[in-house]
T-cell receptor, first 114, second 116 residues
């Protein structure tokens, strides 16, 4: 059984640019949540996608947006990148049968903004 | 809003010794509680979870945790640590209201160092 996968592994962008990160959920999972983890901190919830719609959002500005596709994979888009956006971005998927809080994480995408 | 406190930033334990990592949460209703482990540069691996029922839960890799409502705590324990347990450990809380749509709230983590 393949777990949650994310691409790319690492990414370097310039301030003001836009970035798209991708996540494939685990088989049998239909909900995807995204988190930002700054260096030395715990992950912070960005948003959650269920049935291809955003159904919950943390304290992040609108320039953080996302999509979920019919196969339950997901994208995180960040516009107008700022230096503080440099972080590890984690995607997590949740089982179709069970709580959406039961989350299984991918390896993350390390984003560096210069 | 819920919150999680992990009082210990770093803990050093000798290999073979027992371990207890502390976690205190703040949440009005019955919380859903989790422990995750993160190795350097990696994602998070779910060690165990508590939703309801028996307050002592068993997880993977020989870990267990005990939910104590009166103390708002969910401490992680292991009777004998191995060098491979060295990692960052995160406690997290979630609210089942709104179907879990508000995601998990994580503590800042405890860095576990294993001495030979």
């Amino acid at each position: 059984e393949t777990g949650v996968t994310q691409s790319p592994t690492h990414l370097i962008k310039t301030r003001g640019q836009q970035v798209t990160l991708r996540c494939s959920s685990q088989s049998g999972h239909n909900t995807v949540s995204w988190y930002q983890q700054a260096l030395g901190q715990g992950p912070q919830f960005i948003f959650q996608y269920y049935r291809e719609e955003e159904n919950g959002r943390g304290n992040f500005p609108p320039r953080f947006s996302g999509l979920q596709f019919p196969n339950y994979s997901s994208e995180l888009n960040v516009n107008a990148l700022e230096l503080d956006d440099s972080a590890l971005y984690l995607c997590a998927s949740s089982p179709t049968s069970g709580s959406r809080l039961e989350q299984y994480f991918g390896p993350g995408t390390r984003l560096t903004v210069t | 809003a819920q919150s999680v406190t992990q009082p210990d930033i770093h803990i050093t334990v000798s290999e073979g010794a027992s371990l207890e990592l502390r976690c205190n949460y703040s949440y009005g209703a019955t919380p859903y509680l989790f422990w995750y482990v993160q190795s350097p540069g990696q994602g998070l691996q779910l060690l165990l979870k508590y939703f309801s029922g028996d307050t002592l839960v068993q997880g993977i890799k020989g870990f267990e945790a005990e939910f104590k409502r009166s103390q708002s705590s969910f401490n992680l324990r292991k009777p004998s640590v191995h060098w491979s347990d060295a990692a960052e450990y995160f406690c997290a809380v979630g609210a089942q209201e709104r179907g879990g749509a508000d995601g998990l709230t994580f503590g800042k983590g405890t860095h576990l160092i294993i001495q030979p």
